[in-house]
C-alpha cells in the first residue's frame, strides 16, 4: 500500500517546510519597515523661519532669494528683521 497525499493535507513535515519558507521573508520585511524611519533620518520642515539684520542689508537680502527658492519647493519661509527702531 503505497502513501498519497490529498490536496487538502500535507505531512507535519510538509507543513513545517512551508512555514520555513514563509519566516524568513517575513522577518526581513518586518527588520526593514521598522529601521526605514532610521535610515532615512528626520523628514524635512515644511516651514522655516530666517532672521536677519536691517531690511537694507545684504543678510536680509540673501534672506529673501533663499525664500524665493525654497518656496519653489513648497517650504514656506517666513523672513524677519532682528532690528527692533
Do not use: H
Not at 490529498?6 to 507543513?15: A, D, G, H, I, M
Not at 519566516?23 to 528626520?42: D, E, F, K, M, R
Not at 515644511?46 to 536680509?60: K, L, N, P
Not at 534672506?63 to 527702531?85: F, M, P, Q
Request: charged residues 20%; positive net charge.
Amino acid at each position: 500500500m503505497s502513501k498519497t497525499t490529498s490536496n487538502q493535507t500535507l505531512p507535519k513535515e510538509s507543513k513545517r517546510r512551508s512555514l520555513g519558507k514563509w519566516c524568513v521573508p517575513i522577518a526581513i520585511s518586518a527588520v526593514a519597515l521598522l529601521a526605514t524611519p532610521w535610515l532615512l533620518g528626520p523628514r524635512v520642515p515644511d516651514r522655516i523661519v530666517i532672521a536677519t539684520g536691517s531690511e537694507q542689508g545684504a543678510y536680509f537680502a540673501f534672506a529673501n532669494r533663499y525664500k524665493e527658492i525654497l518656496e519653489r519647493d513648497g517650504i514656506t519661509v517666513e523672513v524677519r528683521s532682528t532690528v527692533l527702531c
